[in-house]
């Protein structure tokens, strides 16, 4: 007979706390969306933030659902699905970098700012697209779910733990960028925070291709 606790709505605290460590290692680590979560905080300064980082924790959670669904695997053992999503991810990173390259300095003093909206939507799908995110689901989602526990309640425990310490990886980037903004009131110094995240954005890109080929 099974224990009564074994049908409870969670998961080991182990397997969750190995679950919120390499998140959080892979959400830290330099990348695509770090890119543009530093590039917003320097250019709109808090009022882009939230927008922000809500963008990337839910688009975390977006991708953690659809590998939890079924697609990750099947992006993972289809070579032509697989093959698109990275080619095309990686095509949107670096056309993002050569506009973060090629924006002007004083754009968002001088020009009307952009809306939240249109910021939240940007980090988004920055985030589903970042193959670095896929991959992380994809591959590593399955060692953290227990067949003895139900299916439901251990995914959406995970995507609560995506997007709480989303907010706070995310969130501690956009806070250090936008008390550093404060320091960087120069044109020169505007101009390297676009070069800076648009070549981190035009690396990333580059190097999703060469992946794909190698």
Request: avoid cysteine.
């Amino acid at each position: 007979m099974a224990h009564p606790l074994d049908y409870l709505p969670r998961m080991h605290p182990l397997v969750w706390l190995a679950f919120a460590l390499a998140y959080t290692l892979m959400a830290a680590a330099p990348g695509p969306v770090v890119a543009v979560v530093i590039s917003y905080a320097l250019t709109s300064g808090r009022r882009a933030s939230l927008a922000v980082v809500a963008g990337t924790a839910l688009g975390d959670a977006t991708i953690l659902l659809a590998a939890a669904l079924g697609v990750g695997a099947l992006l993972a053992t289809s070579a032509e699905a697989f093959t698109l999503l990275k080619l095309g991810g990686a095509l949107y990173l670096v056309v993002l970098g050569i506009l973060a390259w090629r924006a002007p300095p004083a754009a968002a003093a001088a020009g009307p700012p952009r809306s939240r909206r249109r910021i939240f939507l940007h980090a988004y799908a920055t985030t589903v697209l970042n193959p670095k995110g896929v991959l992380f689901f994809a591959v590593f989602l399955p060692q953290f779910l227990d067949a003895r526990r139900p299916f439901l309640p251990q995914v959406a425990i995970m995507a609560a733990t995506v997007m709480i310490f989303g907010l706070l990886v995310d969130g501690s980037y956009s806070l250090l960028a936008t008390r550093l903004a404060g320091r960087l009131r120069s044109i020169r110094a505007r101009r390297m925070a676009n070069r800076f995240a648009g070549l981190t954005l035009i690396a990333e890109g580059t190097l999703a291709a060469l992946w794909h080929r190698a």
